[in-house]
């Protein structure tokens, strides 16, 4: 089958699945204590990286190699929230989220990452966050671990492919448990360990940069984020919930993978896929152990669960946080690009004769496919028994632009297009029965987006980088405002 040939089936299911609901868009399609927030992460925002007392992470040490980001640039600075929290949570305030979904980084709790001495500069700095963010009714849900590991801990003992990173991850957690666990009733241990797994282990784009052995160390690195996360999660258990009464839980990420044909072996291909992306983190903590596709296809390259890392990792999350951004289409094949493509057997499909699976955004990655974010949330509802589920992220990326006008830079159609479509989508899937309780937009403002550099923009809020990182609202901000204040968030810039 062609891919404008199932497109047009899927799209007219999708449509039709529309028109038959209340239309258009608004918040009352929501249930009423459905949560909104918006997303950054620690290294992408904060900036003041020799400050404070923070020690150097892999990413710093990754964006000052010459040739790994694409415009030569490092977060050293980045948008400076460090110093400029105070006006990014007025702003969060003033565009009516309810929550903010933002990282800590391991290196300014811990500067060596070995948990011997903590900096108190680090505890005081996220103190003064969470403390702004409560006085004005948002929301923390902080994330541990979102990619910027502690340096010191990837020199001396290789990072990720070291079990003792457990331990080290451990004493951190805990230490901001009991640090701010009296006010933050939402914890994520670690962002898309999918991503550090790949990026990080076999392809190399992402820090700490390792392609030499990509037919173990992905394995290897993601087995010990899952053991780090759930080590995590016990101690939390053991020794903060009861007093605390918050929630933990692990953030994954997925790209739906929707079979290009009805033919089996385009649906066991699309299967797969997703059992090497979701399957590969939540089937052990839903189900004690690997997809039985990833046992058998990568034999002894998939490390084995001893029945103690079994019981620490069954149900060890009390919600699933889900970012997604885009899909593709799928049939068995051999795709060349790299090792945990080829062991999959998998193609992916965004663009063929002409055809696009949806419009694109600015990262070469990133398609727009509104229907894909209901799939995933309903295949994650299906295979897992219904877990509560946020999505931690959604958004898209335009590339940055020296040409136009910023009224023209603010003035992101496409944005919010894409946002309709996918709350829609996510509207849809709530319908269906999945257990959604909240939704982030990412980003709150334009960063600093990983090999990208600043060439890419996510934010509802846009950054003069040439003009002292001022903040100016784009389309899509003003959207949001008049969507959770109940509007019908008709696109536009009208107020
Ligand atoms: C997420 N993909 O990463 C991260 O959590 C964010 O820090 C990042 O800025 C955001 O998405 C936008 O890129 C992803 O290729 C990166 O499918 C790449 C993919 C998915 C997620």
Redesign the pocket.
């Known amino acids: 089958m062609s891919i404008t040939e199932r497109k047009r089936e899927i799209e007219q299911e999708w449509s039709s699945c529309i028109s038959n609901n209340n239309n258009p868009l608004c918040r009352a399609n929501f249930p009423p204590n459905f949560l909104f927030g918006v997303a950054t992460?620690a290294y992408?925002v904060e900036g003041a990286c020799n400050q404070g007392g923070r020690g150097p992470s892999t990413w710093d040490a990754f964006s000052h190699t010459e040739g790994k980001i694409c415009d030569g640039k490092d977060a050293d600075i980045a948008v400076d929230q460090y110093h400029r929290y105070k006006e990014d949570i007025d702003l969060i305030a003033k565009l009516g989220f309810g929550a903010y979904r933002f990282s800590i980084s391991w290196s300014r709790i811990y500067p060596d990452g070995l948990g011997t001495k903590v900096n108190d500069e680090g505890i005081a700095h996220y103190n003064n966050l969470i403390n702004s963010l409560l006085e004005k009714g948002i929301e923390p849900y902080v994330t541990l671990y979102?990619?910027d590991l502690p340096l010191h801990l990837h020199e001396s003992l290789g990072g990720w492919l070291n079990e003792s990173i457990v331990k080290c991850f451990a004493i951190y957690a805990e230490t901001c448990f009991a640090s701010f666990g009296d006010r933050v009733k939402k914890w994520i241990t670690i962002?898309?360990p999918l991503?550090t797994a790949i990026?990080g282990y076999c392809t190399g784009v992402y820090a700490p940069g390792k392609n030499e052995n990509p037919s173990t160390e992905p394995y290897l690195a993601a087995h010990y984020q899952l053991l780090a996360h759930a080590e995590a999660v016990s101690i939390y258990r053991e020794k903060f919930k009861e007093q605390q009464g918050g929630e933990i839980g692990l953030?994954v990420?997925c790209?739906w993978a929707e079979p290009l044909s009805d033919n089996i072996e385009d649906k066991n291909a699309a299967a797969r896929r997703l059992d090497f992306q979701l399957g590969w983190y939540l089937d052990p903590i839903f189900y004690g152990d690997y997809p039985e596709s990833m046992q058998e296809r990568l034999g002894d390259s998939l490390p084995i669960f001893s029945q103690k890392n079994k019981d620490l990792l069954r149900n060890s999350v009390d919600f699933v946080g889900l970012?997604h951004?885009?899909s593709r289409f799928v049939r068995q094949g051999t795709d060349k690009q790299n090792e945990y493509y080829r062991v999959q057997e998998v193609e992916r499909i965004a663009e063929c004769e002409g055809e696009a699976i949806g419009p694109k955004a600015a990262?070469p990655?990133?398609y727009i496919v509104p229907w894909g974010i209901q799939k995933v949330l309903n295949y994650i509802a299906q295979r897992y028994n219904n877990p509560p589920i946020y999505v931690t992220?959604n958004?898209m990326?335009d590339e940055d632009n020296d040409v136009s006008p910023l009224h023209e830079m603010l003035d992101d159609k496409l944005r919010v297009s894409y946002y309709k479509g996918y709350l829609t989508a996510v509207a849809q899937a709530v319908k269906d029965g999945a257990d959604v309780r909240g939704y982030f937009a990412?980003?709150l403002l334009d960063?600093f987006?990983?090999q990208y550099g600043y060439t890419?923009r996510?934010g509802l809020i846009y950054v003069d980088f040439k003009n002292g990182l001022t903040r100016h609202l784009k389309s899509s901000a003003y959207w949001f405002v008049r969507f959770l204040k109940g509007g019908e968030g008709k696109s536009g810039k009208e107020e």
Request: avoid cysteine; charge should be negative.
């Open positions: 992460s992408q979102h990619w962002n898309e991503q990026n953030v990420d790209e970012n951004y885009t990262s990655w990133l992220e958004g990326d990412w980003s960063n987006e990983w890419k996510f």
